[in-house]
């Protein structure tokens, strides 16, 4: 078993004789060289995975919708924070037996085990803090993320369909699935991805919604054409407001600051 002490001091020494962290235009790792990441890593050993879905949204939204709102979320949480992000795992757990083409993903364990997998080695280069945002409701899904966990990091999960947006909306996103909250996030974040002339409300009783409700999440009936909710009250308006309390609540509880701070 190698010393993970030893491997360290060794990273801990390119990154001293590599040239100061200057004009930081990103913190995401596919855009950086490995010096200027070890450089951030020794900053803030913290680390954010944003982990998608690939799940139909109804006719209107984009099968990645959950991948997109994850993304962006990351992005900007990244940047107002300051620390690392690593590209987006676009595959979760899927909401079993979708008959909607195209939606596929991971068993819990598969996606549990890649996860682990992924911040092992991350781990080995120093990281101590993982930040995982998810933007699909599903217990299957969200128990993966939050069973991932390696010898000495700590692991924090944020489903941001769990901070409250009701005073925005006219629905309960509680009881809806490519309703009127998904609607409004991408009509603010990809407006040219949504197809409004397509766009259909479905709004079961409270007895169907039950039957039509698993793991926290509803299944949309075949019938409902992929939309649980009221699709059509989705604005741009609301998403942009929607997409910032997500931003801003997540930034305030792992601490803002600015990038430039990393440049110094």
Not at 18 to 23: C, L
Not at 105 to 134: C, M, P, Q, Y
Request: overall charge negative; glycine content about 8%.
């Amino acid at each position: 078993m190698r010393s993970r002490g030893r491997a360290t001091r060794q990273l801990a020494q390119l990154y001293a004789t590599s040239r100061t962290f200057v004009n930081v235009t990103s913190f995401a790792i596919d855009q950086l060289g490995w010096p200027a990441i070890g450089r951030a890593i020794a900053r803030d050993p913290r680390f954010i995975l944003a982990v998608g879905a690939m799940d139909q949204h109804g006719p209107h939204l984009p099968l990645g919708a959950n991948v997109l709102i994850a993304d962006r979320v990351a992005q900007a949480v990244s940047q107002r924070v300051g620390i690392l992000r690593a590209p987006t795992f676009s595959y979760g757990v899927p909401i079993s037996g979708d008959p909607f083409a195209g939606t596929t993903g991971l068993r819990r364990k598969t996606l549990h085990r890649a996860i682990n997998e992924l911040f092992a080695s991350w781990e080995d280069h120093g990281i101590s803090e993982f930040v995982i945002i998810t933007a699909h409701r599903y217990e299957p899904h969200l128990e993966a993320l939050l069973m991932a966990s390696t010898d000495a990091s700590t692991n924090s999960v944020y489903d941001l369909y769990q901070i409250d947006v009701r005073d925005v909306l006219e629905s309960d996103p509680e009881n809806e699935h490519g309703g009127e909250l998904e609607t409004s996030l991408l009509l603010h974040l990809a407006p040219e991805l949504v197809h409004m002339d397509e766009v259909e409300d479905f709004v079961p009783d409270a007895k169907a919604l039950r039957k039509y409700t698993r793991g926290r999440g509803p299944a949309p009936p075949p019938e409902s054409r992929g939309v649980v909710g009221r699709a059509t009250r989705g604005t741009r308006e609301k998403g942009e407001i929607v997409f910032e309390r997500y931003v801003r609540e997540i930034a305030a509880t792992l601490g803002e600051t600015s990038t430039h701070q990393a440049n110094d």
